[in-house]
T-cell receptor, first 109, second 117 residues
Framework: GNSVTQMEGPVTLSEEAFLTINCTYTATGYPSLFWYVQYPGEGLQLLLKATKADDKGSNKGFEATYRKETTSFHLEKGSVQVSDSAVYFCALGDYKLSFGAGTTVTVRA | GAVVSQHPSWVICKSGTSVKIECRSLDFQATTMFWYRQFPKQSLMLMATSNEGSKATYEQGVEKDKFLINHASLTLSTLTVTSAHPEDSSFYIC?????????????FGPGTRLLVL
């Protein structure tokens, strides 16, 4: 079956630091890959997605590339802001989604 | 963007009582809704898939008589936790599939925190 392994947190960074959250997966076939973000007190929001190998998803300065050879979909942002403090979930699937455990990111001013 | 609401946002109940949680798609029609459960510091676990007008499909290990799901309209699905016990305490999240441009996307509700005493 499908599963997602996500970097454990929490991660604490200073503003303008570089952020990487690792995500690897096991899957049958080639499902779509997603990053969701959950801000405090809110529901999950789709941050970005990639539907096939070598696709790069990007949004709000975040990027992730669908790497079939390493079965990875690492999330990166070059310069984080305090407003990026949230829980980030890696997920995969085309109908039903399988989620990683989530990584809590705190950005300090 | 598409909005999904859940009600209530949190609930405390006594052991043995039943609790109903509503999930609504506010500005779009959702033929499919999903119910997830999240334990502290763990990932979302899919409980069931709910299709409008038909019986829900439950994931392995989820008791369908314990977690009753009704998807009566294209904008509303309900999850009823029957005869709740403390081990049912958790964070329950729903999502609804809707169109974003020409692609289907899952939109998530804010979750309902259930505490069974």
């Amino acid at each position: 079956g499908n599963s997602v392994t996500q970097m454990e947190g929490p991660v604490t960074l200073s503003e303008e630091a570089f952020l990487t959250i690792n995500c690897t997966y096991t899957a049958t076939g080639y499902p779509s890959l997603f990053w969701y973000v959950q801000y405090p007190g809110e529901g999950l929001q789709l941050l970005l997605k990639a539907t096939k190998a070598d696709d790069k998803g990007s949004n709000k300065g975040f990027e992730a590339t669908y790497r079939k050879e390493t079965t990875s979909f690492h999330l990166e942002k070059g310069s984080v802001q305090v407003s990026d403090s949230a829980v980030y979930f890696c997920a995969l699937g085309d109908y039903k989604l399988s989620f990683g455990a989530g990584t809590t990111v705190t950005v300090r001013a | 963007g598409a909005v999904v609401s859940q009600h209530p946002s949190w609930v405390i109940c006594k052991s043995g009582t039943s609790v109903k949680i509503e999930c609504r798609s506010l500005d779009f029609q959702a033929t499919t809704m999903f119910w997830y459960r999240q334990f502290p510091k763990q990932s979302l676990m899919l409980m069931a898939t709910s299709n409008e007008g038909s019986k829900a499909t439950y994931e392995q290990g989820v008791e369908k008589d314990k977690f009753l799901i009704n998807h009566a309209s294209l904008t509303l699905s309900t999850l009823t936790v029957t005869s709740a016990h403390p081990e049912d305490s958790s964070f329950y999240i729903c999502s609804a599939k809707g169109l974003a441009g020409d692609q289907e996307t899952q939109y998530f509700g804010p979750g309902t925190r259930l505490l069974v005493l």
